[in-house]
T-cell receptor, first 120, second 117 residues
Framework: NAGVMQNPRHLVRRRGQEARLRCSPM?????VYWYRQLPEEGLKFMVY????????ESGMPKERFSAEFPKEGPSILRIQQVVRGDSAAYFC??????????????????FGAGSRLTVL | AQKITQTQPGMFVQEKEAVTLDCTYD???????LFWYKQPSSGEMIFLIY??????QNATEGRYSLNFQKARKSANLVISASQLGDSAMYFC??????????????FGQGTRLTINP
């Protein structure tokens, strides 16, 4: 019963290149979230997706960043023309759909191990 | 706007002692959820414990308990009988909305806990 799978775990890019980070949610989970963690900081929400829909992208930078969660395959976080300030750990998390919320109300996010992006 | 404050950047504790990690929060919502996550040096985020704003009893999960004081807006994590493996970063987080809704968690800055043998 695999958890949230993220790859690559580590990615090095030069300024101006593109970075693509992939996330496969836990089996049975239909909601995906992306968070970013800058060094020595807490995680910050970026985007919330369901299959083929972006539900909330209020945390996404306006330019260069995009996310998708296609009908088939993993969710992708894409960063175009990377800059040094994009260096961070990017975490994907998943949760069940609303009709599968735990009775306690704790619809707990399950996080992946993260993808660490280094921009040279 | 929501805010989570963790005032202890680092803590050092002797093995087998209990430790309390502080967390205060600010929200105008009546319904919210509070979480604690552990991040070891390997980097993954591990869920520890959850407290709903309407839960009357403090949450407990094994050696972890959450000291929830709603009037003071605090949700401190208590780890009993600390172990060397507890050394990690600990993050307090809050979600608006009690049950459904987007899992837009707001995280604190974290506390780095070091357990000394």
């Amino acid at each position: 019963n695999a958890g949230v799978m993220q790859n690559p775990r580590h990615l090095v890019r030069r300024r101006g290149q593109e970075a693509r980070l992939r996330c496969s949610p836990m089996k049975g989970h239909s909601h995906v979230y992306w968070y970013r963690q800058l060094p020595e900081e807490g995680l910050k929400f970026m985007v919330y997706l369901q299959k083929e829909n972006i539900i909330d992208e209020s945390g996404m930078p306006k330019e260069r960043f995009s996310a998708e969660f296609p009908k088939e395959g993993p969710s992708i976080l894409r960063i175009q023309q990377v800059v040094r300030g994009d260096s961070a750990a990017y975490f994907c998390a998943s949760s069940p759909g609303w009709n599968r919320v735990r009775s306690s109300g704790a619809n707990v996010l399950t996080f992946g191990a993260g993808s660490r992006l280094t921009v040279l | 706007a929501q805010k989570i404050t963790q005032t202890q950047p680092g803590m050092f504790v002797q093995e087998k002692e209990a430790v309390t990690l502080d967390c205060t929060y600010d929200t105008s919502d009546q319904s919210y959820g509070l979480f604690w996550y552990k991040q070891p040096s390997s980097g993954e985020m591990i869920f520890l414990i959850y407290q709903g704003s309407y839960d009357e009893q403090n949450a407990t999960e094994g050696r972890y308990s959450l000291n929830f004081q709603k009037a003071r807006k605090s949700a401190n994590l208590v780890i009993s009988a600390s172990q060397l493996g507890d050394s990690a970063m600990y993050f307090c987080a809050m979600r608006e909305g009690l049950i459904q809704g987007a899992q837009k968690l707001v995280f604190g800055q974290g506390t780095r806990l070091t357990i000394n043998p």
